[in-house]
């Protein structure tokens, strides 16, 4: 398994940008996917975007065109740039992996708040 640890959330006007980070500890030669994941409050957990080891992305509607996920394998981190933000942006945004083999990982969250 690997350990997971999200950074650069914060609170932003609508229509800013912010970058998060997710730097993994242990194996990360052995993560197929790696995605985040976003939760806002009284609501499902909800995919925001994947990147495989081969580089290929897949985002929810909601976010495609101003959300780009991107992965350094030499670093062992994964990020998420976000820009043009909007108020139903705010959310715990979660980091999450899943191994080649069997099992998945998730950091701790951090929280993304977009003030209108």
């Known amino acids: 398994q690997v350990q997971l640890v999200e950074s650069g959330g914060g609170l932003v006007q609508a229509g800013g940008s912010l970058r998060l980070s997710c730097v993994a500890s242990g194996r990360f030669s052995s993560i197929n996917l790696m995605g985040w994941y976003r939760q806002a409050p009284g609501k499902q957990r909800e995919l925001v975007a994947v990147i495989n080891r081969g580089g290929s992305t897949n985002y929810a509607d909601s976010v495609k065109g101003r959300f780009t996920i991107s992965r350094d394998n030499a670093k062992n981190t994964v990020y998420l740039q976000m820009n043009s933000l909007k108020p139903e942006d705010t959310a715990v945004y979660y980091c999450?992996?899943?191994?080649?083999?069997?099992?998945?990982?998730w950091g701790q969250g951090t929280q993304v708040t977009v003030s209108s």
């Open positions: 999450n992996a899943v191994m080649i083999i069997a099992g998945s990982s």
